[in-house]
Nanobody, 122 residues
Framework: QVQLVESGGGLVQAGGSLRLSCAAS????????MGWYRQAPGKERELVAS???????NYADSVKGRFTISGDNAKKAVYLQMNSLESEDTAVYYC????????????????WGRGTQVTVSS
């Protein structure tokens, strides 16, 4: 019903930058919010940043001032600009969307992408 495809991960040195992109497709009626989560080895998945359809953003304390989330409602896309990367940012980054579809009456459902690896070398 809804597919999320991430891109932009990779290997970068500490202090460097990466930009992640995520595009949603499928039988989407509306999107309430999109965001980025990450999961490092041996740790739980955690919220990195989110953006509501109206533009309100939310960030994890650990990334405030370094990461910037932005969205394009027309393209059903979300981006994460990551600057001043640290080794602690190494993780698989997952795109997330809360959306309704044309073929479901169950209200907003959370969808996940497959993830993209970000590795920061120190």
């Amino acid at each position: 019903q809804v597919q999320l495809v991430e891109s932009g991960g990779g290997l970068v040195q500490a202090g460097g930058s990466l930009r992640l992109s995520c595009a949603a497709s499928g039988s989407i009626r509306s999107i309430a919010a999109m965001g980025w989560y990450r999961q490092a080895p041996g740790k739980e998945r955690e919220l990195v940043a989110s953006i509501a359809s109206g533009g309100t953003t939310n960030y994890a304390d650990s990334v405030k001032g370094r990461f910037t989330i932005s969205g394009d409602n027309a393209k059903k896309a979300v981006y994460l600009q990551m600057n001043s990367l640290e080794s602690e940012d190494t993780a698989v980054y997952y795109c997330n969307a809360r959306a309704t579809t044309y073929f479901s009456s169950s209200g907003y459902t959370t969808y996940w992408g497959r993830g993209t690896q970000v590795t920061v070398s120190s």
